[in-house]
C-alpha cells in the first residue's frame, strides 16, 4: 500500500499523506467488490466507485483493471483526489473528501477522518522518508 501511494501520489501531484489515508481509509482488496445502497459498486483496494468507470470507458478501463492486485488502483484513485482538488470547491479536505462523497453529510463524517489518518501518516512519513538541508561540498573528488 505504501510503495503504490507514494508513487501514484507522485505521478498526480498528490499529497502523500492523503492518499495513504484514503487507502487506509477505504480499506478494500483487489477483487472486492462492495454493493451500494445507489446499484453502483466500490471496487478493488481503494473502493473505487463504479459510477465513475462510465468516464473512464472511453479509455478502456474497466472494473476488472480496478479490482486487480497492484498499483494501477492507487493511480486511479490519486488520479480521481488530484481532480477533485483542481476542480472541486471547499478546503482542501473538503475536495479530497469528494472521493468518498459530495453529498454533505457524508462528506463531514469522511473528512473527520480522513484529516485524522493523514495526520498520522504525516507523522510516519516524516520519520521514515527525513528529508534534510544539505550544502553541498563542490571540491572535486580526489582533491580533499
Excluded at 503504490?4 to 489515508?21: E, T
Excluded at 463504479?50 to 498499483?71: E, K, Q
Aim: include cysteine; proline fraction near 4%.
Amino acid at each position: 500500500m505504501v510503495a503504490c501511494s507514494l508513487g501514484a501520489a507522485l505521478a498526480y501531484d498528490v499529497p502523500a499523506n492523503v492518499l495513504l489515508a484514503v487507502a487506509e481509509k477505504e480499506a478494500g482488496k483487489p477483487g472486492q467488490w462492495v454493493r451500494n445502497d445507489n446499484g453502483t459498486f466500490d471496487v478493488g483496494a481503494l473502493q473505487f466507485n463504479t459510477a465513475y468507470l462510465r468516464d473512464l470507458d472511453r479509455y478502456g478501463i474497466t472494473a476488472a483493471d480496478v479490482a486487480a492486485p497492484g498499483c494501477y488502483s492507487f493511480m486511479l484513485a490519486a488520479w480521481r483526489i488530484r481532480g477533485h482538488l483542481t476542480h472541486d470547491s471547499g478546503d482542501v479536505w473538503t475536495r479530497a473528501s469528494n472521493y468518498h462523497s459530495r453529498t454533505p453529510r457524508f462528506n463531514v463524517r469522511y473528512r473527520a477522518d480522513l484529516i485524522r489518518r493523514a495526520v498520522r501518516w504525516t507523522t510516519w512519513l516524516d520519520s521514515h522518508f527525513p528529508t534534510h538541508d544539505a550544502v553541498v561540498d563542490i571540491t572535486p573528488y580526489g582533491t580533499r
